[in-house]
């Protein structure tokens, strides 16, 4: 299916584990991004990706690290997952003119 | 850092209002502006995109201004309706590769 998926939907996981979300585009979009979205501070960019084997830290990127091997995949590593990653974290692609597509969000809560 | 602000944060109608949103940004230095749409526990939807260099972009019943100048935007939603209940977001993407969103307006429109 054409568009950018996220997986998995939801996760639970328990603190100090280390959990991949991924991210999946399918339109070559050269840059891809991640933001976590929580009540009270919106959405924050935490990485993002300008080609593949090209990255940058955004706003939050403390605890987390990215990979982008090829360009339709941009996973995100929580190294060792504390309670204050809990979050919705969305995924998103685009070229530098055109619009910005998101996923679905994964919810991923830290117990 | 670009710093992107949106107000009112809520904001309460009368269904067939017509109703202006607005958003502004600290860094005139944008390649493009776009709108969102998120529904509660959903992902982003795109609305609109304006490039630096339009004035305006319209979809339906949706029309978007940009005044890079000033470092503003707007989006009009005419005759509103229910279904456009919901938080709108508007996102800016500069020179800086990063791709920065405002906090959001949460529009409900009343029956």
């Known amino acids: 299916d054409a568009g950018i998926t996220q997986s998995p939907r939801y996760k639970i996981t328990e603190t100090g584990r280390q959990v991949t979300l991924m991210c999946h585009q399918t339109w070559s979009h050269s840059y891809m991004f991640w933001y976590r979205q929580d009540l009270g501070h919106g959405l924050r960019l935490i990485y993002y990706s300008a080609a593949a084997d090209i990255t940058d830290k955004g706003e939050v990127p403390d605890g987390y690290v990215v990979s982008r091997s090829k360009t339709e995949n941009f996973p995100l590593t929580l190294e060792s997952a504390t309670r204050s990653q809990t979050s919705v974290y969305f995924c998103?692609?685009?070229?530098?003119?055109?619009?910005?597509?998101f996923g679905q969000g994964t919810r991923l809560t830290v117990v | 850092k670009q710093e992107v602000t949106q107000i009112p944060a809520a904001l309460s109608v009368p269904e067939g209002e017509n109703l202006v949103l607005n958003c502004s940004f600290t860094?005139?230095?944008?390649?493009?502006l776009q709108w969102f749409r998120q529904d509660p526990g959903k992902g982003l939807t795109s609305l609109l995109l304006i490039q630096s260099s339009q004035r305006e972009q319209t979809s339906g019943r949706l029309n978007a201004s940009l005044d890079k100048s000033s470092g503003r935007s707007t989006l009009y939603i005419a005759a509103s309706q229910p279904g456009d209940s919901a938080t709108y977001l508007c996102?800016?993407?500069?020179?800086?590769?990063?791709?920065?969103f405002g906090t959001g307006t949460s529009l409900t429109v009343i029956p």
């Open positions: 860094d005139s230095a944008i390649y493009n």
């Open positions: 998103a692609s685009r070229m530098v003119s055109t619009e910005a597509f």
């Open positions: 996102a800016v993407w500069g020179n800086g590769n990063q791709f920065y």
